[in-house]
């Protein structure tokens, strides 16, 4: 059955890369931006702009360029950037790791406080306390990650300046290239000072994402236990002695994980997407930043490259989500 999935998963996959590409391409051509003109010097002469508009295949119908531009990205090559002077694929390359490193950790503290706070919210469930709890988790689901991000800049970089918030790492230390995810790679040499150093650079961003995704988390898991409260099987397993601790861990929190976890995925297709500002206020040199400046810089190459990473990252992330389901899940297996 988890063959089967990948499988469809994988095909499924195909079409919806073709049809966001495809797309993409078409969007961006649209724009007001003449490639040609922005790749050579601000005092290039109108024929050199047409023989470079030949040159990038600009000259030929729409259809024509995508199949082209297809064709060139199956092969791996994404073209050179026009700001940068640079292959696409080396930059993305060089950038996607400090964003997924980013995404992983934030998507950590992000369950961490989700299965605490929901069990919070559930625990405190017809108390005085549940009114307060609730309205906390409100207030925490109505304030989006940026604006956590620059309120721990304001309290723990500039008040108290315990924590860096620029950068990945300090400008005594020289970055050791191994895998390109920084924290994995300070361990592979041997550096422990430069793995907290790291670490203390992704603490507020990963804060900042983590909190803004948790309270979803919560309030899910929540109700998947309110709902799971009601069946046979919690009153049964009561009644012959269980303590309620044992039902709530046993019981109730291994079938009212599903629903969560389908929301965990979600969320971290959309927590991925959401580095983008956070990146740009922590200065974090990940993808987010890297698209900012393609967008700024109407570098084509980069953004229709990003966009397909995003969309790539997402399916992953999607396929990873559906096969943990059906291992929990002893129920779909079956069918």
Known sequence: MILLLLVRRALISVVILFFVSALLFCILRMLPVDPAAMSLPPMATIAEIEAKRREMGLDLPLPEQFMIWLGQVLHGD?????????????????TLPATIELAVSAMVIATALGLGGGLLLF????????????????????????LWGLFFILLFGVALGVLPFTGRLSPEFQRPMVTGF??????????????????????????????????????????????????????????????????????????????????????FGILFGGTLLVEVIYSYPGLGNLMVDAVRNADLPIIQAVGLTYCIVVLVINTVVDVLYMVLNPKLRIT
């Open 78 to 94: 994404f073209g050179t950037s026009i700001h940068f002077r640079r292959s696409v694929v080396s930059l993305v390359g060089s």
């Open 123 to 146: 625990a405190t469930r017809e108390t005085p306390a549940e009114p307060a709890v609730d309205f906390g988790s409100i207030v925490l689901l109505s304030i989006p990650e940026f």
């Open 182 to 267: 920084l924290l994995l790679d300070t361990l592979l040499v041997a550096r422990p000072d430069m793995f907290f150093d790291a670490l203390k650079h992704m603490i507020l961003p990963a804060f900042a994402l983590g909190i803004a995704f948790s309270p979803a988390i919560m309030r899910v898991l929540r109700s998947s236990l309110l709902d799971v409260y009601h069946e046979d099987y919690i009153h049964q397993a009561r009644l012959r002695g269980v303590s309620e601790s044992r039902v709530l861990i046993r019981h109730g929190l291994k079938n009212a994980i599903l629903p969560t976890l389908s929301l965990m995925g979600v969320q």
